[in-house]
């Protein structure tokens, strides 16, 4: 075992990154614009601006400035909780007996339990900086409803979370960790709105949905005075708040002269995976390095690996602008499997041009292998991680093998970007081996994708 | 806002203790030994062995060694995890309007939620060295028995967890975790051993206690060959290992300069507060530096405030050996207050010799007031406290404030034991405005204190 390289290497708040880093700036051809789905026209600023805070629209339409200055009060936020460790896995290493290096930086270790974060604390900043009363937004699992009241709390900004009601009730838990920051959860659909009310005439009994939850929460932000809508992926000015990550592992990395062969992330809508290579995607555009970049995604809900690359709506409720991006449909219902943070029906735009230019590969895995990387992992690096998580530890694990097969020593690194403490009910399932796989017939997928919008 | 000591304060690897430090050898007056229930005489070595693993006994008897060395197999597994950081509470100070200094070490951030990973490492390598089979324990609301979980995992040990019953079904998380970990987890009382059988017997509804899991995980212990029993809390070696949070406190503030004036923690069995303290207690038996230190106890189970300094039993089913200590007696029930983790009648011997000489404090608060500083302090801070841990982030707010009336610039360290992710039924009662608080009476007390035993 190497002596050289400690097992968490954690940076000094000086070495801290100061600046995000954008992405786009570097790649030649860029993300397709974002449309009104009324005109089919790109969407102006003024027309995001009646959903959207004005400097996260700002940045959300920059795809030319490299990097940007975080500002002061975000960074202190963030030394709350930052830097997050890069932690060298050497008893994953010891226990599969490969010659791979494998590390993975761990976003978990705050009360959020993911990287989600990252980017809440910059969104309620800039509302805060706008001079609003509060935001709203919608959550699923809870992780990201749960970094939005963290941040609300500090900054003393009102937070109202709708949340699919099934979560509302299966997760009280996630619910009481909001309410204790002080946010508003409201259950979804409600008859706070127009739309909920509706939903709930024609569906009576529903469970409620993301899309729907959506829905509400844009609803909620445009109908009331000193409000706007913050969303927690998928948005490039998500991915380029969650560059702190991989600034972060790149900066820690390079201190001790550590270069990655292959880097994967778990992909749902792509913050975490978009964050993560981000400064290495940089690198590599600009013909100074080359890495293997891996997104990984469930089988259940393959956007990646067997949705289309087009136009399509961001949410169900079909009133967000359309984004060109890699998907399944709007109208596509991954089966509840449980890495809540997974089931989404597209993907980032700048990760799906990416993909699409071939920089970066793309593989899908079932979740009861996800679960057996998850137990193993926990029980040898004492981190028990999120579903989401696991899904970068199973293909990182699946990489260390095949090294252990050729006898390469890559350097493999992921992004283990939370904690599955509220996760529980799945692992008693996985426990118990009552846990089920998913995969959607070509038909069902052929059905959904039958579902986009006419651009 | 001081820029020069750091938000979080990581030591280097390098800089992590080697050493454990055992306060008892600084101590001109000791703690009073053990006795054997039976012949009242002190237990013999061979007696504990019985119970306990050879080294563990080892280093329960020793009250003269000042450093004894950590195994590398034992700085591995906390490289995993440690150094935790110690964290300036700037977000705290500020909200509080202090000229006080507020400092705290946070040892929640491990899967285990808690301190108590750094014992149970320690006690399962004992376990291991020795070539037992596995070990048993009791756990009630989870934090240990997590712990030890995860520390059997690592080591390929078999852990038997025997939870209190009324745990094991309203905390079905923890015991998932555990489960996830390869434990076996049984409910008390259970069927498995004559004591449980004997209780089912008697009391066929009952809820199960503490006192009852010990005495089924002791029977376990003994009764099965290759197995020991091991105990997370009150014991003179469980304070030697958690020694490791008051040494890298130690060194972390030396590195800084800072000298704290006041040292607070809460306590149940005196774990964490006798390992945050120990190495500061050290200075002052020595005479080389002075600091104030504060024990914070639940007012509904107040053994240092309202207790009596006397032998008793550690466990209910007085098995275990008698030890001289503050203790409420081992009849007394305390109330179901939400921080199970100081839900004890007695205290460490070593706590209770030191508060019984005047060199510490000890200070009872009530649990509302307790959630509404854990409330108060994870808005500001980020984190989400233990139940247990906000009975010190009550007093640490409350001398801060006091410091706020005088003017002084005080420095205050406190010990942030855990996170309360799994106490959400707790935060939603407070939430709820349902929470209340209990104070034994005088009578209840006296009725419990006369169950002691005579010596």
């Not at 709506?313 to 991954?334: A, N």
């Amino acid at each position: 075992m190497s002596t050289e390289i400690p097992y968490k290497i954690y940076l000094e708040e000086s070495e801290m990154p100061k600046q995000w880093y954008n992405v786009r700036a570097d790649m030649k051809k860029k993300p397709a614009p974002l449309l009104n789905p009324a005109t089919k026209q790109p969407v102006t600023s003024e027309e995001l601006e009646a959903v959207f805070c004005k400097e996260l629209v700002k940045q959300e339409l920059d795809d030319t400035t490299p990097y940007i200055d975080i500002p002061q009060e975000i960074l202190n936020f963030y030394r709350m909780y930052r830097p997050s460790p890069l932690v060298r896995a050497y008893c994953l290493e010891k226990k599969l007996g490969t010659p791979a290096k494998i590390y993975y930086k761990f976003e978990g270790n705050n009360t959020s339990g993911s990287h989600k974060l990252n980017s809440a604390i910059a969104q309620a900043y800039y509302a805060k900086q706008q001079g609003l009363k509060g935001v709203t937004t919608e959550t699923g699992a809870g992780q990201w409803g749960t970094a939005l009241s963290m941040a609300c709390a500090y900054l003393d900004l009102d937070c109202q979370v709708y949340m699919v009601k099934v979560s509302y009730e299966q997760k009280p838990f996630r619910r009481e960790v909001m309410r204790t920051y002080g946010a508003n959860v409201t259950p979804s659909p409600s008859t706070k709105t127009a739309v909920g009310r509706k939903i709930l005439e024609e569906f009576p009994n529903t469970n409620g949905s993301l899309g729907c939850a959506i829905s509400e929460a844009v609803e909620a932000a445009t109908t009331q005075e000193g409000y706007r809508y913050v969303l927690g992926s998928v948005l490039s000015q998500v991915l380029l708040h969650q560059s702190v990550i991989g600034l972060e592992t790149k900066i820690a990395m390079d201190k001790y002269d550590i270069h990655p062969d292959i880097i994967i992330g778990c992909a749902g809508g792509g913050s975490n995976l978009g964050g993560l290579i981000s400064p290495f995607m940089g690198e590599k555009l600009r013909g100074e390095a080359d890495y293997r970049f891996i997104a990984v995604e469930p089988a259940s809900c393959p956007s990646f690996t067997r949705g289309v690359y087009a136009y399509d709506f961001c949410d169900t409720g079909k009133v967000c602008p359309l984004q060109k991006m890699y998907t399944l449909g709007s109208g596509f219902m991954p089966a509840p499997n449980h890495a809540g943070g997974l089931r989404y029906h597209g993907m980032s735009a700048t990760l799906s041009e990416l993909y699409d230019q071939g920089l970066m590969e793309a593989v899908s895995v079932e979740q009861t292998s996800v679960f057996a990387a998850a137990e193993q992992f926990a029980r040898v690096e004492g981190i028990l991680p999120a579903p989401e998580s696991s899904h970068a530890i199973k293909v990182a694990i699946d990489e260390a093998l095949r090294c252990k097969e050729t006898g390469e020593e890559k350097t493999i690194l992921f992004g283990l970007t939370g904690t599955g403490y509220f996760d529980m009910y799945a692992y008693e399932k996985f426990n118990d081996g009552k846990m089920s796989d998913y995969i959607p017939t070509d038909e069902e997928l052929q059905k959904s994708i039958e579902t986009l919008p006419k651009v």
